[in-house]
């Protein structure tokens, strides 16, 4: 969701993380061959980790759609349980009854509109995006499946879409199949987090959370179940759309983790996060000749003056229009809340840093919220000029997250492994995570190599923003030859015992995308 709620409900904030541990590294061609005869997703991804248990849900907005189709692209990454839609704020189905639904302070009462009471809001009947989508990937899967291991046969995810709590806003006063999914996850005996990914509003999972408070409270298992539930939870969000996050779920288990993965960079207001350099990734040129115009998944992204509207007559979506000013929008009847932009060009994927620290990329954003990655970070990052900016923690890597997603698409149309370009494999000696002393002289070396046999570049820099050690340190690095390359430093003599120093090994190749992957290591002051 964002339209009118991202200036309204998707408020630009710094994102939190979280994230799977692991190397960005591709299969090699004779990987890519036996995954396209394989015909399964494993449930381990290339570091050896069990791929995060996800479930998505999104609602009917032109944002997510786009997210849906970066997440496709990605899913050989995660095991997809749920392809969830969601009510929020800002759509919401209705129950088909002429029931009419209102909640004070929605976009339908502002702008001087009055357009509520109603029996639905912003969702076209017989809403199917999501299994569109789905019906795309199918199309695409044979060429996925040669370049990597693991993406999920279409007819896994077409069976695990699902109706959530779709019919009113912040409505949880009934189960759902969503919710019943939810229930269900949180309940079994698997190890390890469910992920609770959500671009839309949480009615459907405060469902899910309702359903078992009402079924334990008061038992002798209740203890037991909260403490369960309230661990495996890892909620991920763009903002609390129906707010009943507040309402309902911190207050009842504010135990769950809650990750608040709302940024600006993702969303309809990029333009005003994006840095210089990566300012093309915006444009109509750009986007297509690596979206648009690459296969069908490319072909059904959403950009500027597609012509396309997710429900007609929608007053907030004139997204589909072209060469026309605000003041002609107005004029035509829309409520013109984020300036028109060159068609062809990006409008949003405002939903997409929920699940971008859980992609495979070294970077371990899921260890703690404030280790930052493609999603962003629960902090704020110092930017290039010296300042403090909520925009940078995600927008620093938003180039190489572009890059990376035009690679993938480049994948959909690309029947022979040799013919695209796969991410760098970066691989350090020894564990990701280390205890050192205090005036410890410490030396890690890590390699950069590529699938394709593209040459590499390789770097090590410190992650400061991530640290919490916040004193000066100075590092020493150098090329060993063979792709290694070493870096040297001694721990201050000031750090305290429990700060952590955060040093990233980025790997770079020079093939048609230049690709990035990372190896993260966090080393932790012993007393």
């Not at 028109?340 to 990006?346: F, L, N, R, T």
């Not at 890590?446 to 046999?453: A, E, K, L």
Request: glycine residues 10%; charged residues 25%; neutral net charge.
């Amino acid at each position: 969701m964002a339209s009118p709620g991202a200036p309204l409900v998707k408020a630009a904030a710094s994102a939190l993380v979280a994230a799977v541990a692991g190397s960005l590294l591709a299969a090699s061609p004779a990987a890519g061959e036996a995954a396209g005869t394989a015909g399964h997703s494993p449930g381990v991804r290339s570091d050896g980790q069990r791929k995060p248990r996800v479930i998505l849900m999104h609602d009917p907005e032109l944002d997510d759609q786009n997210t849906l189709i970066r997440y496709l692209l990605y899913s050989n990454q995660f095991e997809t349980e749920g392809l969830v839609y969601a009510s929020s704020g800002v759509h919401w189905a209705g129950d088909g009854k002429g029931t009419k639904w209102y909640v004070e302070g929605r976009e339908y009462t502002r702008f001087g509109l009055n357009l509520c009471p109603c029996e639905s809001w912003r969702w076209k009947p017989g809403e199917r995006f999501i299994h569109e989508a789905v019906d795309i990937y199918e199309k695409v899967y044979p060429n996925l499946r040669v370049h990597a291991q693991g993406y999920p046969r279409p007819q896994e995810l077409r069976s695990r879409i699902l109706n959530g709590n779709i019919e009113f806003d912040g409505d949880i006063s009934t189960d759902s199949p969503g919710s019943d999914l939810i229930k269900k996850a949180l309940l079994d005996d698997r190890p390890g987090p469910v992920y609770l990914l959500t671009g839309a509003g949480q009615s459907t999972i405060a469902r899910a959370l309702k359903s078992i408070k009402d079924r334990y409270e008061g038992t002798p298992q209740w203890p037991a179940i909260y403490r369960k539930v309230s661990r495996k939870a890892v909620i991920q969000s763009f903002g609390d759309q129906d707010d009943t996050y507040a309402k309902y779920i911190k207050p009842n288990w504010p135990d769950i983790e809650f990750r608040e993965m709302a940024t600006t960079i993702w969303g309809y207001g990029a333009r005003n996060a994006v840095l210089p350099e990566d300012a093309v990734y915006l444009s109509a040129e750009w986007t297509k000749a690596n979206v648009s115009d690459v296969g069908p998944l490319g072909a059904f992204y959403r950009v500027w003056g597609d012509g396309r509207q997710m429900v007609p007559g929608d007053i907030f979506d004139y997204f589909h229009h072209s060469g026309l000013t605000a003041e002609q929008l107005r004029a035509m009847g829309y409520i013109v809340w984020t300036p028109p932009q060159e068609k062809g060009s990006w409008i949003s994927e405002g939903d997409t840093s929920i699940f971008m620290n859980l992609v495979d990329n070294g970077l371990r954003g899921n260890v703690d919220a404030s280790y930052g990655g493609w999603g962003g970070r629960n902090g704020t990052d110092i930017d290039p000029s010296g300042q403090p900016s909520a925009n940078y923690a995600s927008s620093r890597w938003f180039g190489a997250a572009q890059r990376d997603f035009a690679a993938r698409l480049k994948w959909t149309v690309t029947s022979r492994y040799s013919a695209a370009d796969h991410p760098p494999a970066v691989e350090v000696n020894g564990q990701p995570d280390r205890s050192v002393r205090r005036g410890q002289t410490v030396t890690l070396t890590g390699r950069v190599t590529d699938p394709d046999r593209d040459k590499t570049a390789g770097r090590w820099w410190r992650y400061a923003d991530a640290d919490t050690y916040q004193g000066d340190l100075s590092i020493a690095q150098k090329a060993l030859g063979g792709n290694v390359v070493q870096v040297r430093f001694r721990v201050p003599g000031d750090a305290k015992p429990g700060q952590t120093i955060h040093l990233i090994l980025q790997g770079t190749e020079d093939g048609s995308q230049g690709l990035t992957a990372y190896q993260r290591v966090v080393l932790t002051v012993r007393g």
